[in-house]
């Protein structure tokens, strides 16, 4: 006689509840960057309102560390009730990720208005400099929103940690700036009004690449003493 099993015990179950899961996520995402995604969508990107286009992405930072911070818990184990918990780790990285956000949205300005300045000068070769500072700024940008949703660290280590992975941690770091081409090229030239939707994949793949960062940080400044 066969042994019973339960449905949920399943693979094809549990992979079905795994993907509704990131469904469910995706939703909550989408709907807590509604007022920033608007903006943006119908806010023509110029240097003359780049402030504004600034102002519009810092909002967003706090659904996209949200974002992560599900997608870390997702791949850790099970989530119950993902829609609301997305919503409680939204209000408890708030603060986090919305200053983070703010900072390198400054920095992100400050190359792209130096990049546009020097392309129109008789120095266009110095405007790549910026191209590039802007690219390593979003790298740092990406390691300080996976670190800041896992740890309760102070601003600057976080961003002290995330220089200290860029540059040590180069396999990862090049995989970071692979991807974030990648998502730029089809954000501007291929559906930026699907973009929304394509970030849970890059979360997945920015979390799922970072695990052993984010390990050897937990052994080093959270088992035995915080950062000094």
């Excluded at 990285?93 to 190359?111: A, M």
């Excluded at 266009?124 to 790298?139: H, N, P, V, Y």
Aim: net charge neutral; hydrophobic share 55%.
């Amino acid at each position: 006689m066969e042994e019973h099993r339960d449905a949920t015990e399943g693979k094809y179950y549990r992979w079905s509840e795994k993907i509704s899961s990131y469904f469910l996520v995706e939703m909550a995402f989408l709907l807590s960057i509604v007022p920033a995604g608007i903006g943006m969508f119908f806010l023509i990107f110029t240097i003359n309102n780049i402030l504004l286009y600034a102002l519009f992405f810092s909002l967003m930072g706090p659904g996209v560390g949200a974002l992560i911070a599900m997608v870390e818990a997702l791949q850790s184990s099970e989530v119950s009730a993902p829609f609301f918990t997305y919503w409680k780790k939204w209000r408890k990285n708030l603060k986090d990720s919305y200053l983070l956000t703010i900072l390198f949205s400054i920095i992100f300005v400050i190359c792209i208005v130096d990049y546009t300045y020097f392309k129109s000068t008789q120095l266009d070769f110095a405007s790549w400099f910026f191209i590039l500072l802007l690219l390593l700024a979003t790298i740092i940008y990406e390691y300080s929103l996976v670190i800041a949703m896992k740890f309760s660290f102070r601003l600057r280590d976080i961003v002290r940690l995330s220089i200290t992975y860029l540059l040590t941690d180069l396999v990862t770091t090049l995989k970071l700036i692979s991807y974030t081409i990648l998502l730029v090229v089809f954000s501007l030239y291929i559906s930026p009004a699907i973009t929304p939707l394509v970030i849970i994949l890059f979360a997945y793949i920015l979390v799922k690449d970072t695990k052993l960062i984010i390990r050897e940080i937990e052994d080093k400044f959270t088992r035995n003493s915080d950062i000094n």
